[in-house]
């Protein structure tokens, strides 16, 4: 829908108009256009996406264009990772509809994006094996992942067998399609959380991870991101192989007390300002 709203957008610009005239200098006066509307960098890099979408498979898919012209995108400013506590995660999962809770703790074990989740067949779990697998086609990289099932995640899939007999979760006998539903949004309410949105259970998983110690290179693979860069955006959560190098600073403080003005090479007389009597 967002798509088609962004589509209609664009066709005073673009319709009618042979692919070769779309040039970079028409996209950068459609990028100008829409800031005009006072719209944020982001909001306007997702109607550029689009844009840039199409251009690419009209060279690389369907062969119309021997070359796309470049999209130049708009900076965006680093956006905080929102991640939930363990706290604010019990809460949210007890007042949530058993088979969105149900979903949501397998997200928060596994990593998983909402499409692998709601698309889960059972041929791609192994209980006994405490394995799951998405393929490359199912992935956003194209890059197969392996998600290996801890407790919660082999508990949770555990509830789900003998409800459907291809999809792992469903609800009242269908397969599940959508998770941001009214139930969803009325769950967060309820558990007082605000600015959240279901893909952020994947980075709470991520920083839960970083936190506890999970090296990059290892959630990197556990997470099916194709570039270390991906990665990164969770790296100031952890400072463990910080610590030597800040405890260094600590070798250079002295054994005394400054704010007391005590001097460890003085009595306890001359501490107090007194002089030890003479015998």
């Given at each position: ?147 290996p099932l801890n407790d919660d995640a082999v508990a949770c899939i555990s509830k789900q067998l003998g409800k459907h007999p291809e ?64 990665v990164r955006r969770y790296a100031h959560l952890s400072a463990d192989h910080l610590a030597p190098y800040a405890n260094q600073l ?5 054994p005394c007390d400054a704010e007391k003005g005590t001097n460890p090479s003085q009595g306890p007389e001359k501490q107090k300002g ?6």
């Amino acid at each position: 829908m967002m798509d088609k709203a962004r589509f209609r957008w664009l066709h005073p610009y673009f319709g009618g108009k042979p692919l070769e005239a779309i040039t970079r200098t028409l996209i950068d006066k459609v990028t100008e256009a829409k800031l005009a509307e006072g719209v944020s960098n982001s909001t306007a890099n997702r109607l550029l996406e689009v844009i840039r979408a199409i251009l690419r498979k009209c060279v690389n898919d369907w062969e119309w264009l021997d070359k796309a012209p470049h999209v130049r995108m708009l900076k965006e400013p680093a956006r905080r990772i929102r991640f939930l506590t363990h706290a604010e995660a019990e809460r949210l999962i007890a007042v949530l509809p058993v088979h969105l809770a149900d979903m949501a703790v397998f997200a928060l074990a596994t990593g998983l994006r909402q499409a692998n989740i709601t698309g889960l067949p059972w041929s791609q779990v192994d209980l006994v094996r405490r394995l799951a697998w998405i393929h490359p086609d199912q992935a956003k990289a194209r890059k197969a992942i392996a998600v290996p099932l801890n407790d919660d995640a082999v508990a949770c899939i555990s509830k789900q067998l003998g409800k459907h007999p291809e999809r792992v979760f469903s609800f009242r006998g269908r397969p599940i399609t959508q998770v941001s539903t009214k139930a969803w949004y009325a769950a967060l309410e309820r558990a007082g959380i605000e600015d959240f949105r279901w893909h952020d259970l994947r980075h709470t998983w991520a920083s839960w991870h970083v936190q506890g110690g999970t090296p990059l290179y290892a959630l990197q693979e556990l997470g099916g991101w194709e570039s270390p860069e991906m990665v990164r955006r969770y790296a100031h959560l952890s400072a463990d192989h910080l610590a030597p190098y800040a405890n260094q600073l600590a070798m250079l403080r002295k054994p005394c007390d400054a704010e007391k003005g005590t001097n460890p090479s003085q009595g306890p007389e001359k501490q107090k300002g007194q002089l030890p009597l003479s015998s």
